[in-house]
């Protein structure tokens, strides 16, 4: 069984070398994702706006995928200031409905651009 490049323009080209997302087992993984719009351009300001359009990538990519955010099974959030976890979770929630995927939310030193914020997704592929 291979691996399945996942690509969209409704969310921002990979900076490095990477994929967006590939496709394997059956599963979706999806790169973390940082609050840049699907132009390029960085989301400045608030963690929410910034957990905004990190979520909204997201989406977009397992849309892409044949997948949807209600078949996302593991979340690792990266976030450079902990205090800003509660925040977070309120727009978290507007994203993610129970059964909630398994999740881990870590404090990191920095994020790449100086962002607040960064997620990677694991999810079951399309139906």
Known sequence: ???????????PEAIGPYSQAVKAGGFVFV???IPLRPDGTLVEGSI????RQVLENVKAILEAAGSGLDRVVQVTAY???IADFQAFNRVYAEFFKEPYPARAVV?????????????ATVAMGGA
């Open 107 to 119: 404090g990191v030193a920095a994020l790449p651009k100086g962002v607040r914020v960064e997620v």
């Open 48 to 51: 929410e706006d910034q957990a």
């Open 79 to 81: 976030l450079s200031d």
């Open 1 to 11: 069984m291979g691996m399945e490049k996942v690509e969209t323009r409704r969310a």
């Open 31 to 33: 790169s973390g994702q």
